[in-house]
């Protein structure tokens, strides 16, 4: 098994076109979102865009529209927040927009790649889902966030979850040859001795606080909490066959 990792929509492409699965981590918070919906028994059909196109893909597809945080009622509870999603009645489908993870999964379904959630909550499940598979090729791909101009911003939450998802598959998988890239962040998570810290203290867990919803990042840290493994089949993540 060979294991790569990389950045973003951009190396997601590149990568998985040698990668029979790919993981997607964005931590705070769209995959850990997918993962706390999946796991109470909801279909999750990622969006890209969070417009008025949102609602009419909810629509055609009989599903709940996830909203911004702030957008959340009483009436409708549902959000990109994991903290919300726990807590709102489960919907049978739900459309969750996310400009990041799901243009990251969209890139990577598009060659034909099977396409997997993983977060800090479910990187052990992911590992042992991944090992008892052996598919020849793993690409993991950290979401990070955007600069007001659109680029890139690597994000320390998400170099963890893909460093705990690597790490893991180090352990649990007979063999598996990691590129140099994806060592680093396996590395990086095992030498990090307070990963709970350092989720609640990096740049996007400091701009939740500020926000108003430290409850999101301390569901995110719930690291290894969980048994789901979110899987895309046919446009909609959904608990992976056993």
């Not at 060659?111 to 889902?129: F, K, M, P």
Request: charged residues 20%.
């Amino acid at each position: 098994m060979t294991v790569s990792f990389g950045w973003g929509p951009v190396e997601a492409r590149a990568l998985a076109s040698s990668a029979a699965y790919v993981v997607v981590v964005d931590v705070l918070s769209f995959t850990t979102a997918v993962g706390v919906a999946v796991e109470r028994g909801a279909v999750v059909h990622p969006y890209r865009w969070r417009d008025e196109t949102a609602v009419a893909y909810a629509r055609e597809r009989d599903a709940v529209l996830a909203v911004g945080r702030r957008a959340a009622t009483p009436e409708h509870p549902w959000s990109l927040s994991p903290a919300a999603l726990r807590a709102a009645p489960v919907p049978e489908r739900l459309v969750l927009p996310s400009p990041n993870g799901s243009t990251i999964a969209a890139e990577a379904a598009g060659s034909g790649a099977t396409v997997v959630a993983a977060s800090l909550r479910n990187a052990g499940a992911v590992a042992r889902w991944l090992g008892e598979r052996t598919p020849a090729g793993v690409a993991v791909i950290a979401s990070g966030e955007r600069w007001p101009d659109g680029s890139l911003r690597p994000a320390l939450e998400d170099l963890l979850g893909a460093g705990a998802v690597l790490a893991a598959l180090q352990e649990k998988t007979a063999g598996p040859a990691l590129t140099p890239e994806a060592t680093a962040a396996a590395t990086l998570w095992t030498a990090t001795k307070d990963p709970v810290a350092a989720l609640h203290g990096c740049a996007s867990g400091r701009e939740l606080y500020e926000y108003g919803y430290p409850q999101d990042v301390e569901v995110a840290a719930e690291i290894d909490a969980s048994t789901a493994v979110p899987v895309l089949v046919d446009g909609a993540f959904q608990e992976a066959a056993r």
